[in-house]
């Protein structure tokens, strides 16, 4: 049976740990290789001299000041490199590493979850969401623990870095620039009995680190997609009315449309076109698509923009009772899987409950554009409001759906058509943004529920047919006055708690 080598430095020996490393791991013959080094080695040093007399191929760096909670983690950390091509895999890393080297100065781009321990607190770091089974690529991984396929190493670590610290992250970035993928993983769990704070040492050696360096900095790889493509089978099927705004730039529309037909399976849609000003050769363009396409599509013609009286007159005058619920997409989406099955999956799973259901989405460059709105209000302080995860890599749930946020964008997001018509569409007061923000929170007056499905993905090409971007004064003060007249009405007890710090 496969075991692990496992290699750690240690100024005091001690027997505890190293029957905890052999009663955690869940592995038989575990070789462990414990260097008792009061400072006169580098670690980098040590673990050549481990690496060169590992008996398995399968070698783990730690630390001497950690603890496992994941029982039997040695046949999970196996599984991993068996079913990948892996050559260094962490449980903390970072997809940028930053020109200062310091891998978690860019927070956008961290990954992974660690507990850490200082006396009596202990607390969890998550420098991301947790992706359970997956590996996901990464430039460099933190030392505290560090796994490595030694068959598909192309570097050892540089002993010409003295000490105990930047060993890990040159090793990583060394082995990366020549081809081994590096990773993190997040079914292994361990608590951490240090902080870790930089010293004049630390210091030290991250200035001769960068002098090896200076020239491959910042080095960066793009985010993976994460997402679920399996069959979401229902047991029946609502009419969903397909709601898209759309003005010119029919590449980005025509695009939407073809991801419709290649990729969702629901059976029971159809879609409403509202051109918004299109010139006359555009229009004719999309009504020859219309004639070829299977999808049932119908152009509505409008000789101005306005989200929020345009879709309002789409669904109050353009749909009919068949329609149960209503999809707002804008032209600038591709589906990355069947999200609209799955987002209507959770209105019949909570059909009496549900205010909005909204879904994730990416930039094409795979970073989070939305994984639901967070908002912050005090009544003294301007509005803060955005996206969850916005421009991070992987600051977002690949699973699951999360009831009671405080909602999510309209670019794709989906409603009971009664409940629409009920709270009388969207504000039309508002001339640029925030009109969804507003829709959201009226569903949670309603006594709603609002729904993220962490599953259902999608692309946004975000806003490329405005003609004005970040305009929002206005608007962002309708939207206070909103929140401020609100607060504590009923269905929004759970934010009138702390207005200052809220997010959903």
């Keep these: ?61 730690l630390h001497d000041d950690l603890r496992f909670e994941t029982p039997n983690w ?12 892996f050559g260094i895999l962490g449980i903390a890393g970072t997809t940028e590493l930053p020109q200062s080297g310091q891998w978690w100065q860019p927070p ?33 991984v933190d030392g505290v623990f560090m796994a490595v396929n030694k068959n598909l190493l192309q570097e ?53 680190f960068l002098t090896y360096h200076q ?57 409403l076109i509202a051109d918004t000003g299109s010139t006359p050769l555009e229009l004719e363009e999309i009504y020859q698509l219309v004639h ?12 101005q923009y306005h989200f929020g009286q345009i879709n309002n007159t789409v669904v109050f005058q353009h749909t009919d009772a068949s329609s149960d619920l209503l999809l707002f997409c804008n032209n600038d989406i591709e589906l990355i899987n069947d999200a609209l099955t799955r987002m209507v999956k959770v209105y019949l799973d909570h059909p009496n409950q549900c205010g909005t259901i909204g879904c994730r989405l990416h930039f094409a460059d795979n970073k989070i554009q939305h994984a639901g709105i967070h908002l912050t209000f005090n009544p003294l302080q301007p509005l803060q409001i955005g996206h969850r995860g916005y421009q991070s890599d992987y ?14 964008t309209a670019a794709f997001l989906l409603m009971e058509r009664s409940l629409f018509e009920q709270i009388g569409g969207f504000n039309t007061a508002y001339t640029e943004c925030l009109e969804d923000v507003e829709l959201n929170l009226t569903c949670l007056q309603h006594q709603r529920i609002n729904y ?32 401020q007249k609100v607060r504590y009405s009923a269905g929004l007890e759970a934010l009138a708690g702390d207005w200052g710090t809220f997010s959903g």
Aim: glycine share 6%; net charge neutral; proline share 5%.
């Design 395 to 408: 600051q977002y749930s690949n699973a699951g759906v999360e009831a009671g946020v405080i909602g999510s």
């Design 215 to 271: 020239y491959n900095l910042p080095c960066a790889i793009q985010p993976d997609l994460i997402f679920e493509n399996t069959l979401v089978p229902l047991n029946r099927y609502p009419k969903v009315t397909v709601i898209i705004l759309h003005k010119s730039k029919n590449t980005l529309l025509f695009n939407c449309l073809n991801s419709f037909a290649e990729i969702c399976r629901y059976p029971h849609y159809e879609i």
């Design 74 to 85: 040695g046949p999970l950390l196996l599984q991993h490199f068996q079913h990948s091509n």
């Design 1 to 61: 049976m496969p075991t692990l080598t496992l290699i750690y430095s240690t100024r005091h020996p001690d027997p505890t740990f190293r029957h905890h490393l052999q009663d955690t791991c869940g592995l038989p013959d575990v070789e462990i290789l414990a260097y008792t080094n009061p400072g006169q080695d580098s670690l980098s040093t040590l673990y050549n001299r481990g690496l060169a007399v590992a008996s398995h191929s399968i070698v783990v760096f």
């Design 108 to 140: 956008l781009t961290t990954l992974g979850i660690v507990k850490h321990q200082s006396q009596q607190q202990v607390w969890t770091s998550k420098y991301s969401g947790d992706f359970q089974h997956h590996i996901l690529p990464a430039v460099c």
């Design 452 to 483: 993220l499905v962490n599953d259902a993905v999608c692309y946004h090409f975000e806003s490329q047919t405005r003609t004005q971007k970040g305009v929002m004064t206005k608007d962002g003060e309708r939207l206070k006055q909103f929140l």
């Design 156 to 208: 050892n670590f540089n002993e010409q870095l003295p000490g105990f610290h930047f060993y890990d992250v040159d090793f990583c970035l060394n082995n990366h620039l020549a081809g081994v993928k590096v990773g993190v993983i997040f079914n292994l769990s361990i608590l951490h009995k240090s902080i870790g704070q930089p010293t004049a040492a630390w210091e030290q050696a991250r200035l001769q």
């Design 292 to 303: 070829t396409s299977t999808l049932q599509i119908k152009v509505i013609e409008f000789d």
